[in-house]
């Protein structure tokens, strides 16, 4: 019997933070969280539970063969039969995940965002990205090996506005070269 996934949307768009910023990606959002970020923007209740085989059946629809599994926190499903199904159809891998559970092996790419109050395990990764909310970040590269820092700006609404502290963080990095700016670049565009 295949396990079943809980997955919350499956799209075609293009990678808008970090590294991979513009690359053509198929998004496997998975849902549920160890975590309750006040930022999030995953719709948990909007999620399904789907088969591994409906999962590589909806992702192959698309033309680009890079896959990024975010979330939510993708390391809760994640498992190896998905790692292994997704590269024999051709899949870079890249996963976007707090850090708090051990990956399966495999994995190409991966993004380490930490979140306040979370235990982050992992202590490598391909890239680390911080929502910057004024908090201490410089733990996160004391104790995670990378080759790429990032921090974030934190969207919020104030008075039905929607701002967010893009400056501050401009003068963190600006004053820590070893971090660099990302962008939600999708929502700047108006894209998924």
């Not at 939510?72 to 498992?79: F, I, M, R, Y």
Request: negative net charge; aromatic residues 10%.
């Amino acid at each position: 019997m295949d396990s079943l996934y809980r997955i919350n949307e499956i799209f075609y768009s293009l990678q808008g933070e970090g590294h991979h910023t513009g690359t053509p990606a198929v998004f496997i959002r998975f849902s549920g969280c160890n975590l309750r970020c006040p930022f999030c923007d995953t719709d948990f209740a909007s999620s399904r539970a789907i088969t591994l085989g409906e999962i590589m059946e909806s992702a192959m629809r698309y033309p680009a063969r890079f896959v990024v599994l975010t979330g939510g926190e993708p390391s809760l499903q994640a498992d190896d039969a998905l790692v292994r199904a997704l590269h024999d159809a051709g899949f870079y891998i890249a996963i976007e995940t707090n850090g708090t559970h051990a990956l399966p092996a495999g994995i190409d790419w991966v993004t380490v965002s930490p979140k306040e109050g979370g235990k982050v395990v992992l202590t490598d990764a391909s890239e680390v990205k911080v929502v910057f909310t004024g908090q201490e970040v410089e733990r996160y590269h004391a104790d995670i090996r990378s080759s790429h820092y990032y921090l974030q700006p934190c969207a919020r609404t104030i008075d039905g506005d929607m701002t967010d502290n893009r400056e501050e963080v401009i003068d963190y990095c600006m004053a820590h070269p070893h971090w660099h700016l990302s962008l939600q670049t999708h929502k700047l565009l108006g894209i998924r």
